[in-house]
């Protein structure tokens, strides 16, 4: 029976309000009833006329999901083990993520943005999926209303599971945009993960994450496919810039704030032990370290597949999770979902001898991550890892490394054996119910019963303790009012300028005097391709909006006449380690990466590397000695010499966007003043510039004197390099930086600068 304190908001949602329990929400379309206990309502999500434990929110969530899972069919659970492919709102027309709307692109179809596509509709109908990663939304309300579409048409199927929605970090900046103290935006804007390190405070981080899961949640998005926790122990990895940094302490600490941020609820929004309705779920990433790739290499590509250990030093890559977000500060007490990565973690396997993918290692998933470290949330696979590998350098192809000889059911069984509970990027349910039978084969139906429950389970949680199956339902007009409202753009924009490290301020050049003439060179990007592989034009344009600096500044494209001059360059990118053009001719196609601008040859590296081999590559040996590479934006190099020159003793000021360290030696003389960021606004940058905003942050990671110390280094070792000594005699290591009076010394270097955390 329908309890009497119903009452309906935008139909077809139904508002019931239990006094001193919680508010329900439900889809009058999608045919559950109300059942009364006591004096309390729930929700009849299996539509069977009576309250079965799972229905009952009174339970703990643990005995909730229990039950569920012992009712669920074997179809049921394997559909909870998938993970959607990436999902914009509404879905692309073509490329790698397309879809239809009634077999039309959207454009051509009549639909609402919030709309269903087909591949969704189908995906979460006969393939029973229920994890859904958004990636573009056209604003807060479509995902608002797509939400509440998704979760009606989940909710009247089966035993009403809601979908549990997640998404990669999603507050970046936009640098060209103007911030304003009490305007809005779209959303909150921070400085990236190497930003957040930068201010080396944890505290800091902890508001990030509280005010990126509200926003989360007001979107439908319950669960965080962040933080990425690998220490950034080789300088030349491409995801250093989603890292906190190479040091294991600051890394650990980063990892507990931000977890504790996004996944604590407080006061109403409170359920139990911290999680609640404004709760995010954090997967943390990527177990057990993936920042020591030879060579710097990635593995998201055939070519960085291995990672090395030249240093013995395995296990100081858990830090960040064993001692962080696996021990929380808060009461949800540990990261409820952790990702492997792609990687294949050369010779550490220890007991097996296998060298596997991450995901496919018993030994790193089920005796070190399972039983040593006790750890019994999600673990769910990188995207792609089961699939089949076409080419050693495409971003999107399948990642099976170690297990390319495998089926792709065998590889999910593998997976599963080695404690996995769920495969990021597969929508489909057939090789999940081919390994279950693989299972049944080799270990008997109960006992893989059992362990599809255990999975089952885990999943499970992670929707119930955070109110999915109570209200998953959204208010568009909130979630509007929520999303990057004037209170949370502005904690995001003072984040960004304490995010912002001066390396160099010579004769006091900074600040400006406002209202000086300023020249800014125009900045040269050659024509290349995005990490998905597409083409990229190439164009020369100003690298910093105009209108922003001449609220400043005023502006001049006369450096005679200019006061100073503004250059706002890239860090060196020379790619990814391998030339698939010199692989066609013949060669291996490996070559170094390179942290400078100009033509970089590899010199005194190994002759043999310490791992290699692919069914695609007849050698083993990845070598790249004698090997021959430039930076892609060397043009960034020459804008600063020769503006140097054209202001004939003037101050020339340098703010290069950093997402690697680089060899500072090929223009740090010719800069009067350096400023470092990792991802802010072009105004963040303007207001220290201009003296508006002191710079406070901190280098999260060493600045390495030159390449010969690079290729010197270990992959697997933090803060081993020989660093950049100035023309001012200060040496940029880790945790230096300046502020207007010169060197910070304060309690953030008294507590990082001094050692590292320790391996227990």
Known sequence: MKSSSEKQQDEPIQVVVNKNGPTLTYSSASGITILTENGFSFKDLNKNGKLDKYEDWRLPVDERAKDLASKLS????????????????????????AGTYNGKPFAESGANPSDLSDQQKEFLTKDHLRHVLITSVQSPEVAAQ????????????????PINTSSDPRNGTKADAEYN???????????????LAATFNPEL????????????RALGIATALSPQVDLATDPRWNRVSGTFGEDPMLATDMARAYTDGFQTSMGTQEIKNGWGYTSVNAMVKHWPGGG????GRDAHYGYGKYAVYPGNNFQTHFLPFTEGAFKLSGKTKMASAVMPYYTISYNQDKKNNENVGNG?????????????????????????VTGDETAVDVFLTGKSWGVEKLSVAERHYKALMAGVDQFGGNNEMPPV???YQMGVKEHGEASMRKRFEQSAVRLLRNIFQVGLFENPYLDPQVSKQTVGKPEFMQAGYQAQLQSVVMLKNKDKALPLQK????????????????????????????????????????????PEEADYALVFIQSPNSGGGYNSEAAKAGETGYVPISLQYEEYTAKGTRNTSIAGGDPLEKFTNRSYEGKRTKAINHTDLTMVTETQAKMKGKPVIVAMNLSNPAIMKEFEKQASAILIHFGVQDQALMEIVSGASEPSALLPLQMPADMQTVEAQAEDVPRDMKCYVDSEGNTYDFGYGLNWKGVIKDARTTRYKRTTLSVK
Not at 146 to 161: H, P, R
Not at 292 to 295: C, N, Y
């Open 74 to 97: 074997v179809e049921q659970i394997a559909g909870l083990m998938l993970y959607s492919k990436h999902q914009p709102i509404p879905v692309a027309a073509a490329g790698p993520f």
């Open 146 to 161: 797509w939400n509440n579409k998704a979760q009606a048409l989940v909710e009247g199927i089966g035993m009403g599971i």
């Open 181 to 195: 103290a009490g305007s809005g935006g779209t959303i909150s804007m921070w400085p990236g993960s190497l930003g």
């Open 205 to 216: 981080v902890k508001q990030f994450g509280q005010i990126a899961a509200a926003e989360y």
């Open 292 to 295: 020591s790739g030879e060579g």
């Open 360 to 384: 496919y290692n018993k030994y790193i998933i089920g005796d070190l991550l399972r039983d040593k470290y006790k750890y019994d949330g999600v673990v769910c696979t990188d995207w792609l």
């Open 433 to 435: 119910l081919e390994a």
């Open 515 to 558: 209202n000086k003439k300023v020249y800014i060179p125009k900045r040269f990007t050659p024509a290349g391709r995005n990490f998905l592989g597409m083409a990229t034009p190439e164009k020369l344009d100003y690298p910093v909006n105009l209108a922003i600096v001449k609220k400043y500044f005023q502006v001049t494209e006369n």
